[in-house]
């Protein structure tokens, strides 16, 4: 499998993706068609690519609505509206949480930009209800067409391959890792009864025990294990700097043992001093 294409795929240009707010309004189209995993964009279906764009210029008009009241009308709700839709922003941008997962609970800012802000002279039930409808429906449609996404090459029973790699990692006497992947950790945490303590890359994470205790397992010369999907070239690369071997599990997970700091620092492992 091409690891490139499975982690990647933003659907604008690189030229484009530059630019700041054409990369924002990326991310809006990919939250609003919901492909995405994590942070990664993934390919649209043809219906999944309309409801994107569809959401997207219904962001924009109530982005330009939200202005114009607020600016030029003077209205009182549509600036509390536009400083929530703004405060949001810039929570994100501190955060630096920025990806289309992160977009989704602006939906509700724009819903009601709509509703407050539609220029509905007669009927405005009835039209409040037509775009409510609308997006529903976007939203209907979007999940409806959506593909289910591994980065993998083929199904497989989670569960039972989950088993054998904390079976596989136990056996080695392994009881701190370090996964490659975002969500792995959770999952071996979680299968091992967190008898593998394992961490991801980030120092700041939900469980700052896990960070503590794989960091501190790592200084102290423990033996500790690098794990991940095994199509990710990392697994090899680092294995060969530790002169080891990557371990296979059901040609779907991997690892290897006693990774270096170094090397783990430069495929974006965090520590703290």
């Not at 539609?118 to 775009?131: L, R, V, W």
Request: with cysteine; glycine share 6%.
């Amino acid at each position: 499998m091409d690891v490139g294409n499975a982690w990647s795929g933003p659907t604008l240009s690189i030229e484009l993706e530059k630019i700041g707010f054409l990369k924002t309004l990326n991310y809006f189209r990919h939250a609003w068609g919901g492909n995405f995993y994590l942070y990664e964009h993934l390919p649209f279906t043809t219906t999944g690519n309309w409801s994107a764009w569809l959401g997207l210029a219904l962001t924009l008009l109530a982005i330009g609505l939200g202005l114009y009241k607020s600016i030029v009308k003077k209205q009182f709700w549509s600036r509390v509206l536009m400083l929530s839709f703004t405060a949001l922003f810039v929570m994100l941008f501190l955060l630096k949480f920025w990806g289309p997962r992160y977009f989704l609970p602006v939906f509700e800012i724009i819903l009601l930009l709509l509703l407050f802000n539609f220029p509905f002279k007669k009927k405005p039930f009835t039209y409040s209800f037509i775009i409510v409808l609308l997006l529903n429906t976007l939203a209907s449609w979007s999940l409806i067409s959506f593909q289910p996404y591994y980065p993998w090459d083929r199904d497989f029973s989670i569960t039972a391959s989950l088993n054998k790699l904390v079976d596989s990692l136990e056996k080695d006497e392994t009881r701190y890792a370090y996964s490659l992947d975002p969500l792995l950790q959770w999952h071996i945490n979680y299968m091992s009864e967190e008898r593998i303590v394992t961490r991801w890359e980030d120092t700041e994470d939900r469980i700052p025990e896990y960070v503590e205790k794989a960091s501190k397992a790592l200084k102290e010369g423990k033996r500790v294990a690098c794990v991940g999907i095994l199509a990710d070239w990392r697994l090899e690369q680092g294995a060969a700097i530790s002169q080891t071997e990557v371990v296979s599990i059901d040609s779907v997970y991997g690892y290897f043992l006693n990774p270096e700091q170094e090397w783990l620092e430069k495929v974006g492992f965090k520590f703290k001093d």
